[in-house]
């Protein structure tokens, strides 16, 4: 296998992962519904207030996105003081549910995005540098396809001319394909950059009265009922329960004839 094409495997098997995690293909839809009678909707979002005076976060479960809870996340620094906000220190812990065998209730963080985003840049600049050795490899191999012709045609040879049109033909063929391949993988990134960059929440310093707003992404948890989560800020934090709803995919079918 040619090395650029080793690479286009290790993109299509990496990218994913930024995004993800190692637990299998979701059989069922998870609802979170926030423990609090201090609440909104918005656009069938419910929306839940926190607020220890120092600070007040207002937040909304989105919905699962790529095996992550995806948040709606805004922070008010009420304070006389800066505080900073640091997305990768935010976590949940179990409170009932069920625990795989083997498994331990640890706690969950958030992901990092300032992480995230330095990966992403160093696969853009590895794919950036795939892209231009593929179109040299291109390059050399039609100039010795073309030379070869031109031998082809000098000597009237019309085997090695079929032979070189065939290889020629092959040639474009993969490249076709290794155009297809690149393309899908700079939209990937191209889009998880866009999320982790701009709609993530990012850390930031928060003067007084200054806000910042964005979505935090959480591993899933299927097997949760009830999930604690903290949101440290600064020197303060604040708690809230969330109460996880699993709605089947496919209703499990019972054969009327049985007898229990």
């Known amino acids: 296998m040619q090395p650029h094409?080793?690479?286009?495997?290790?993109?299509?098997?990496?990218?994913?992962?930024?995004?993800?995690?190692?637990?299998?293909?979701?059989?069922?839809?998870?609802?979170?519904?926030?423990?609090?009678?201090?609440?909104?909707?918005?656009?069938?979002?419910?929306?839940?207030?926190?607020?220890?005076?120092?600070?007040?976060?207002?937040?909304?479960?989105?919905?699962?996105?790529?095996?992550?809870?995806?948040?709606?996340?805004?922070?008010?620094?009420?304070?006389?003081?800066?505080?900073?906000?640091?997305?990768?220190?935010?976590?949940?812990?179990?409170?009932?549910?069920?625990?795989?065998?083997?498994?331990?209730?640890?706690?969950?963080?958030?992901?990092?995005?300032?992480?995230?985003?330095?990966?992403l840049q160093k696969l853009q600049l590895i794919h950036q540098n795939n892209m231009e050795t593929q179109a040299m490899v291109y390059s050399l191999g039609y100039f010795l396809q073309f030379a070869g012709q031109t031998k082809a045609l000098v000597t009237n040879d019309v085997e090695l001319s079929q032979q070189i049109?065939?290889?020629?033909?092959?040639?474009?063929?993969?490249?076709?394909?290794?155009?297809?391949?690149?393309?899908?993988?700079?939209?990937?990134?191209?889009?998880?950059?866009?999320i982790w960059e701009i709609l993530a929440l990012r850390k930031t310093t928060l003067y007084p009265n200054e806000s910042i707003s964005g979505k935090v992404f959480f591993p899933v948890n299927e097997l949760a009922k009830t999930l604690e989560f903290t949101f440290p800020i600064g020197e303060q934090s604040v708690k809230i329960l969330f109460n996880q709803d699993v709605i089947p995919l496919y209703k499990k079918y019972v054969d009327p004839n049985l007898y229990y």
């Open 165 to 194: 049109d065939h290889q020629t033909q092959r040639m474009k063929e993969d490249e076709l394909i290794d155009d297809i391949q690149n393309n899908n993988i700079s939209n990937s990134l191209d889009n998880s950059s866009y």
């Open 5 to 119: 094409k080793i690479i286009l495997l290790i993109f299509s098997s990496i990218i994913p992962l930024l995004l993800t995690n190692c637990s299998p293909s979701q059989n069922a839809i998870l609802n979170l519904k926030p423990q609090t009678e201090n609440s909104e909707w918005y656009r069938g979002k419910e929306i839940a207030t926190l607020d220890n005076d120092s600070i007040v976060i207002t937040i909304s479960f989105d919905k699962v996105f790529n095996n992550d809870y995806m948040f709606d996340v805004d922070i008010i620094n009420h304070s006389d003081k800066k505080m900073l906000v640091e997305p990768e220190k935010f976590s949940y812990k179990m409170i009932s549910g069920s625990i795989k065998k083997g498994k331990t209730a640890a706690d969950v963080t958030a992901k990092d995005p300032e992480k995230i985003i330095l990966e």
